[in-house]
Every structure is written in C-alpha cells, then in structure tokens.
C-alpha cells in the first residue's frame, strides 16, 4: 500500500504532451495525488512513483510487454488507451495492470483508479466492467502463471518467504501476486479478502486441485495463519 504520510505519487508515461498535460491537470485537483514525473517509458523504472499511468500504444508499439515487467517488479500500473476493444482491455489486466481506463473516461475515473490502486483496492471503470462482464470466462479472473504458482506454494502452508525464495523473486513480489489475484478476483464480483476465500475461489474455478493442497480436508483447509 502507498506511504499515508504524504500525497500519492504519480507518473505519468505517454507519448503526446497534450495528454499529458491534461491528465496533470485533472490530477492537480485532487490534493491527495501529486504527479512525480512525466515522460518517456524509457526514463521509468519499478518504485517511480505509488502508481504509473502507462499509455498503451507508445510510438506505435504496443506497451503490454512493459506492463508485465513493471507488474512483476511490483509497480501499480494503470493501463491507459484510446483503444478499448474487448482483447486489449483483456490482455492488459492479464499483464498485470492494476486496472484499466479508456481516455475518453474522464477526470474522475481517472483519480477514483489511481486513489484506489494505490490503496490496492480495485476501481473498475465502465469500460473495464463491460468487456470483463462480456468476457466468456464468465466470472473467472485470468490469473498469470505466477499468480497461480504464488497462490498454490502459498497454500501449502508456505510462509511468504518461503514462496519467494523458491520462485526467485522479493517477498514483495511475492504480494504483488496475491494481490494481483485478490483485485481480479474483486472485479468479476467474487472477492476473497483472506487466505481461505482465496484457497475456495481457486478450488471452485479449478486453478488448484484438493489434492495439491496440503492437509486439505473438505470441512476445513488448512490455509495457514498469514493474511
């Protein structure tokens, strides 16, 4: 979760400058966000800010590969695009987009993404809601290899540090992922705010097996004690 100390930080990576300067200035109405630098994708590492706004089609290249490696590394990431056909908004939230607003949104979904993502609680804007209640997964969030490999050693009564050393990443990265898998969740309308509603929903969608839990039992999983 983004420091409650100060503002939330913003950056803001786009390749038309009109745009930008307008999204600063609807962000500049809002004292609870400050924008901590503008530019180009390749000025932007993980950690430039509690959130980054990334336009998607960057000097005629499509930005998906960039979500995913900021996404991974931790970084929230809004994906923001003119382009808001059913695959794109799709493929962005399966890189790992916190979530996703089209442009001709608006002020105000724009500032409700960015307060929410940095609270790591989801906001789904009208053009994200209608392509994911149109998804035929049909209630099923998409989750990435590593959001399901995270939740499945999670599981199995693996502490979180356990989890990063065998998958070779931070233990930070290690939330990213689970967090990850609770805001998609969240956004088809099955939330799961602790470990166990986590374990049933991943259960029930066929992610995991009983079987590959261990010390599953149908009355009562055992889940462990982290949140």
């Known amino acids: 979760m983004a420091s409650t100390t100060g503002p939330v930080t913003v950056a803001i990576v786009d390749d ?7 999204v600063k200035s609807w962000l500049a109405e809002e004292p609870r966000i400050s924008v901590c630098h503008t ?3 390749a000025d932007v590492e993980p950690g430039i800010a509690d959130v980054l706004i990334l336009d998607l089609n960057l000097h005629g290249t499509l930005a998906l590969p960039w979500v995913a490696k900021l996404a ?17 908004v799709l493929d ?8 996703f607003v089209a442009k001709n949104e608006g002020r105000d979904h724009l500032m409700n993404t960015v307060l929410a993502a940095a609270g790591d609680r989801p906001y789904v804007t009208p053009t994200a809601a209608g392509v994911l209640v149109g998804d035929l997964g049909g209630g099923r969030p998409k ?9 499945l050693w999670w599981f199995q009564s693996m502490s979180k540090s356990s989890v990063a050393r065998r998958m070779g990443v931070s233990v930070h990265t290690v939330d990213v992922y689970i967090r990850r898998a609770r805001v998609k969740y ?25 079987d590959e839990i261990t010390g599953y039992s149908p009355t009562g999983p055992a889940v462990g004690r982290e949140p």
């Open 39 to 41: 530019g180009d994708y």
């Open 72 to 88: 991974a590394a931790g970084q929230r990431v809004i994906a923001f695009s003119q382009f808001t056909d059913q695959q794109t």
């Open 143 to 151: 989750l990435s290899s590593q959001e399901r490999t995270a939740l």
């Open 186 to 210: 969240a956004q088809v309308g099955r939330s799961a705010p602790t470990k166990a509603d986590m374990l049933a929903r991943a259960i029930e969608d066929g992610l995991i097996k009983p």
């Open 92 to 99: 962005a939230l399966e890189a790992g987009a916190c979530e």
């Open 16 to 22: 038309h400058p009109v745009v930008i300067e307008g």
